[in-house]
């Protein structure tokens, strides 16, 4: 009856870009078994995809990316859902999306960005 | 004549997604008697539903969700009302309302949902 | 000749809802001194009001409030104008105004929401 | 050949309404040496215009003033620009502008604030 | 198989303006080896550019700079490409990249913020 589920190793704070964020290996590797994050995360290979020099002195796994877009990125890993607020520019999050390789989210995110984008196209040229 | 009328041990500080909340049980526990917070927090129950796992090194509670649309969650069970900035997106709200079992508010939320998503339904498919 | 003219002890920090505010007790009092937070920091009064639970480990004292929208509250009784960016919902500093007791900006907040809310209220009933 | 030129006590860390900003006592000097900022660090006053009691545990000068409208202020005193994002109150930053004395971005604020405010004069009165 | 390809005393933790960011010493470097980033952190330049003046208690670098406008900075040396949000003022970001010598991004900029500044420009005078 434990309300998170989680075994005694399987929370982890990540260091993106100076931001902490914590989370469970679960959440990182059930959603996009095929990325990046899974693959740093998995049983097997964690130990040496990450070497002493990635780990920070509060013992959170350094990553050198976008805090800000990273925030996303990871709620759709926990809920299944891609939601950000409106101030947010969803190119960020899908230059994130394929950087981690969280393929299932990057059509969704390419539709959006294009239909976005379009006014920016339209701007005089000087 | 204690301003904020706690006992000693009722303040709870909640590391949610890696940002940390405090509050106290009664907050988590009235409003919402049968939610999966007030459920975590209930004196009977408190002892079990977490492990020392899900402690963290600040002894705050570890839950994996979003920090940004739990603050508006939290809001509302501190004060009654469901308040947010215009930049929020509501559907991440609605998320959690979900997840954590807030039940008086989901209604509110989905009505909002559903108003504010119809200018995205209009968008060109490609 | 001191810039902030405090006295030693006048400094005092706030943990609201887990965010940290640093102001002094004049702040506190002066603007609105029947409010509860001119109350909770009163000479006389001060000693009772807080009992040891609500002070936390780093001597912060304990407030179960929206950070949020406590922010515009406390640069109220510090400039005396009520100042808040576009993207906050004034709904929400006013539900705090209320419950803080700052009475002399509530009309002022009352106006403000109620233009502010109208668009809302033409919403469609689904 | 040092980057940031600064002397070996230059860097002063300013804890501003709870948030910290770090600068060089040269920033908060050199663009408007009569404002109260600069008086408070300036050579020959620094050590009478701050009691003990005005620096916190972290060593951080404590001001009692707003974070978010601080920022662009220090910003311009860094780059000689007014910058502040689209969201951001302008008025917030008039108002630290005269607490502070920062008097040659005082008239581009005031006539700013007299642009953004009408709207909000043309609200029906109730 | 490192899946960050750091050698060891690779990350960097930059302390802009009171806000941390972390990164790596090739990110600073490889994209604009001649901005003034790279040089700071060039194997041979290092040693000299920085004094231990400019390095905090958490052995920070100090840069007196505003953190707002350096986040885009640090994504766009991160990924290529410049993203930022609909509230972030690219006039912020101009000035950044100007400090910093970012040579590749200023044309970008300095078109956006001339289409962006257009509206302002035609605010009445009073």
């Known amino acids: 009856a434990n309300v998170s589920s989680k075994t005694n ?20 590797i059930k959603k996009e078994p095929c990325s990046m994050l899974a693959r740093m995360f998995a049983e097997n290979h964690g130990s040496y995809l990450f070497t002493p020099s990635d780990i920070d002195a509060n013992k959170a796994y350094l990553i050198d990316r976008s805090p800000t877009y990273f925030e996303p990125i990871l709620n759709y890993l926990r809920s299944g859902q891609l939601i950000y607020d409106s101030n947010v520019n969803p190119e960020g999050i899908l230059e994130e999306a394929r950087f981690f390789g969280i393929e299932s989210v990057i059509p969704i995110l390419e539709q959006i960005v294009q239909v976005h984008k379009t006014p920016r196209d339209e701007l005089p040229l000087t």
């Open 9 to 28: 190793s399987d929370w982890v704070t990540l260091n993106v870009g100076g931001k902490y964020f914590t989370s469970s290996k679960s959440t990182l």
